[in-house]
Structure formats: structure tokens, C-alpha cells
């Protein structure tokens, strides 16, 4: 149980285009969604939280317009890198949290989409 | 300031060995203090977690970390490796009064037959 899949796995895409990365939860209810990053040899950095149809919170410093997300259901969360740079060239991660859990700590997390910007 | 520091991105021990792997955070507040693994293409999976109970934790495949405030470190040991506990293994915080983790950097574990 609680399984979280990301698709797609890895992607390949030029500078300029926009990517949008899939979240799901695929045996429960995710009222609350998190993204983050994490570029090589280093930490895991929350990006944005997202409840389920209500706007993002996105970490200090994180692009809201560049980092597009959309939690539209409460087992799909999306994220759309818009014109995409090779400095967003990085492994995002998402979590979610299951409806009726208390804490936020209790996250069940997906496998990782690894994007490479050329 | 939050912060996580796992000490050695890489450690490598021989089958039947001990493993000790190293987590030290800073916080301004009581934490709870995590340890997650990452197998190749696979999300992170809870091993084990400190949430002010006891300071010594198990948790799942025989591991388990001691809470330490005086010396502001959760490291994570295992008596006897197995070739099968090979991954990446994350140190993490979670704050309340912030709603989310601080990772460590991760460290890699590789296991010789």
C-alpha cells in the first residue's frame, strides 16, 4: 500500500520547451502533495506544497510562474517546468500525504523524474 | 538555521560487517528526526523515524539510530550487512512550526561480498 509513481521516469528535452512531470498516488488519497528537488551530491529541497484544489505554497526562492503546479485531484499532482533552462536540469521528487493522516512528516514518496535540459 | 549532515557521501563495509552511518542536524526547535532509503529507481522508503519517545529507535531490515541531543546526532547502525542493504540513505528533520523535512545529502552505501 501507499505507492506513489512519477511519470515520466526520465526526460530529455531542449532549452526553451516546457515539461510537465505527473504525480500519483495509486492507492490513496492525497489531500496534501510536496515537490522537491535535488541536484547532484546534494540535499532534497522542498520546492512547493500543494492541497488539493487550492494554489500551491512554493519555498522562498522557487519561481512560482517558472514551476507550475496543479493538484486538481486527490491522486494527481502536476508539475510543468516552463521554458525550461539547463539549470533546471535536476531529479524532482514529489511526496504525498494521505487524507485523515495528522502530520505532515508522514509522506510517502515517489520514485524521482530525472529532467536533462540540453 | 535547520540543517542536516551526513558525514560520507559514499561507505563501504564488507558483508557480516557493522554499518554506521552518520547523521548530525541543527535545529532551534525539538525535532523529529527521520532516516529514509533509496533502492535504484525507487522512492524514498521509511526506515525508521524519532518522534520523542524512546531515544533508541528500530527500525524495518534491523536497523535502528540513537538520539542524541547532547551531541546532536541520529546515526543510523546496522550490526551485519547484507548485500541486499546497498542503496542510498537519507538523514532528514521535520519541523512542525515549518510543516517539512530538511534532507541530508545522502550517502551511498555499498555492500562487498
Known amino acids: 500500500g501507499a505507492v506513489v509513481s512519477q511519470h515520466p521516469s526520465r526526460v530529455i528535452c531542449k532549452s526553451g520547451t516546457s515539461v510537465k512531470i505527473e504525480c500519483r498516488s495509486l492507492?490513496?488519497?492525497?489531500?496534501?502533495m510536496f515537490w522537491y528537488r535535488q541536484f547532484p551530491k546534494q540535499s532534497l529541497m522542498l520546492m512547493a506544497t500543494?492541497?488539493?484544489?487550492?494554489?500551491?505554497?512554493?519555498e522562498q526562492g522557487v519561481e512560482k510562474d517558472k514551476f507550475l503546479i496543479n493538484h486538481a485531484s486527490l491522486t494527481l499532482s502536476t508539475l510543468t517546468v516552463t521554458s525550461a533552462h539547463p539549470e533546471d536540469s535536476s531529479f524532482y521528487i514529489c511526496?504525498?500525504?494521505?487524507?485523515?493522516?495528522?502530520?505532515?512528516?508522514?509522506?510517502?514518496f515517489g520514485p524521482g523524474t530525472r529532467l536533462t535540459v540540453l | 538555521a535547520q540543517s542536516v549532515t551526513q558525514l560520507g557521501s559514499h561507505v563501504s563495509v564488507s558483508e557480516g560487517a557493522l554499518v554506521l552511518l552518520r547523521c548530525n542536524y541543527s535545529?532551534?526547535?525539538?525535532?523529529?528526526l527521520f532516516w529514509y532509503v533509496q533502492y535504484p529507481n525507487q522512492g524514498l522508503q521509511l526506515l525508521l523515524k524519532?518522534?520523542?519517545?524512546?531515544?533508541l529507535v528500530k527500525g524495518i531490515n534491523g536497523f535502528e539510530a540513537e538520539f542524541k541531543k547532547s551531541e546532536t546526532s541520529f546515526h543510523l547502525t546496522k550490526p551485519s550487512a547484507h548485500m541486499s542493504d546497498a542503496a542510498e540513505y537519507f538523514c532528514?528533520?521535520?519541523?512542525?512550526?515549518?510543516?517539512?523535512?530538511?534532507f541530508g545529502s545522502g550517502t551511498k552505501l555499498n555492500v562487498k561480498p
Open positions: 511526496s504525498a500525504r494521505e487524507k485523515g493522516r495528522k502530520s505532515y512528516n508522514e509522506q510517502f
Open positions: 492507492d490513496f488519497q492525497a489531500t496534501t
Open positions: 500543494s492541497n488539493e484544489g487550492s494554489k500551491a505554497t512554493y
Open positions: 535545529s532551534s526547535v525539538p525535532p523529529y
Open positions: 524519532y518522534t520523542s519517545a524512546a531515544t
Open positions: 532528514a528533520v521535520f519541523l512542525d512550526n515549518f510543516n517539512k523535512f530538511y
